[in-house]
């Protein structure tokens, strides 16, 4: 099961995915796509295309369990939106993360047992967990 930061995780592996079979696909993923029953312009077929492709890639890496809970949406915002709201949370949700990720940097320190390359891989996980909450860490 999803949490803040595997839906974080998720979220940025998906976007990469998304963008990789079009570039105009996550802009779908974003924005609301209104299905018409049809296609009157190649815009339109266009448009169409990109959200099944898009609804495909969010659909085809989500575990069961968490597919239950979006297979009603018809576009790939609404799937979008669905994982956003149950698992990024709220505006205060999502800030009190941010707060403990950065408390969890500030205190960072290498133990005893471990060597650099150890130390920095817990260094990076963590501010790319703040970055992929839409923070900067300067």
């Known amino acids: 099961m999803f949490n803040g930061k595997n839906y974080v995780f998720w979220k940025v592996r998906m976007k990469a995915y998304v963008e990789s079979l079009g570039v105009d696909l996550w802009d779908v993923v974003e924005e609301e796509y209104q299905m018409t029953p049809t296609f009157i312009t190649k815009y ?79 260094v990076v996980e963590i501010v790319n967990t703040i970055r992929g909450l839409d923070n900067k860490l300067e």
Not at 52 to 62: G, Q, T, Y
Not at 66 to 83: N, P, R
Request: aromatic letters at 6%; charged letters at 35%.
């Open 44 to 122: 339109q077929k266009m448009e169409f295309t990109c959200n099944i492709k898009a609804m495909n890639s969010l659909l085809a890496r989500l575990p069961k369990s968490e597919l239950v809970k979006v297979m009603d949406c018809t576009s790939s915002k609404t799937i979008q939106d669905k994982m956003s709201c149950c698992r990024e949370g709220e505006k205060k949700v999502k800030k009190a993360q941010i707060q403990g990720f950065r408390m969890k940097f500030e205190s960072l320190k290498m133990h005893d047992d471990e060597d650099i390359a150890k130390y920095l891989l817990r």
